[in-house]
């Protein structure tokens, strides 16, 4: 079992472009996250999905998309690139959902540089 | 809201103790512990529930204390590996929202 993986392990992009960030897990999770982590901030959760289909706002979703086309696969995707959204960025899956008690498998994360 | 941890960093000995805590201004369902080393991804550590549960991960337990809001992880009798970031993850008693804290820096020096 691979885990969760994310794709691309690093970018740079100038301000204003797009860009597509792909997590995927091989756990037949049903949750999963996305978040931005910055120094002395911790994990903030940009968005989520409970499911297939289904996806929901998280603590600092402005300026991001999220998608979850196929249960394995949950893409982050940032329309407009802005220096503040440098960061890097982790995937998270879980079998249950925040309001359970249940562990979250993080991936290695992506660093994105905005210029 | 975001918890509160305390210290925001620590400098060990190996060999010696270390207490890392973390409050909340809201009344706690459970308390989530994780460690990220250097580079690397957030791995989990134990979940408390409320009731005051006391876990424990090799060396490492944790308490919870509902009444207070507050969640503390002890480290015993620290290792090298013991170095890394430690984050605590708070959920209320609604369900509804799960939020880390900034994480206290831990380094365990030889």
């Known amino acids: 079992n691979a885990g969760v993986t994310q794709t691309p392990k690093f970018r740079v992009l100038k301000t204003g472009q797009s860009m597509t960030l792909l997590c995927a897990q091989d756990m037949n999770h049903e949750y999963m996250y996305w978040y931005r982590q910055d120094p002395g901030m911790g994990l903030r959760l940009i968005h989520y999905?409970?499911?297939?289909?289904?996806?929901a706002k998280g603590e600092v979703p402005d300026g991001y998309n999220v998608s979850r086309l196929k249960k394995q696969n949950f893409l982050l995707g940032l329309e407009s690139a802005a220096p503040s959204q440098t960061s890097v960025y982790f995937c998270?899956?879980?079998?249950?959902?925040?309001?359970?008690?249940?562990?979250?498998?993080f991936g290695p994360g992506t660093r994105l540089l905005v210029l | 809201q975001q918890p509160v941890q305390s210290p925001q960093a620590v400098i060990l000995r190996e060999g010696e103790d270390a207490v890392i805590n973390c409050s909340s201004s809201?009344?706690?369902?459970?308390v989530h512990w994780y460690r990220q080393k250097h580079g690397e991804a957030p791995v989990f550590l134990m979940i408390?529930?409320?009731?005051?549960e006391q876990k424990g991960h090799e060396k490492i337990s944790a308490s919870f204390n509902e009444k207070k809001q507050q969640s503390s992880l002890y480290l015993t009798a620290s290792q090298l590996s013991y170095s890394g970031t430690y984050f605590c993850?708070?959920?209320?008693?609604?369900?509804?929202?799960?939020?880390f804290g900034p994480g206290t820096r831990l380094s365990v020096l030889p």
């Open positions: 809201k009344a706690l369902y459970s």
């Open positions: 408390l529930l409320k009731g005051g």
């Open positions: 998270a899956s879980s079998y249950g959902g925040l309001a359970a008690q249940e562990t979250q498998y």
């Open positions: 999905s409970v499911g297939e289909g289904t996806t």
């Open positions: 993850g708070t959920r209320d008693n609604y369900g509804q929202n799960f939020v």
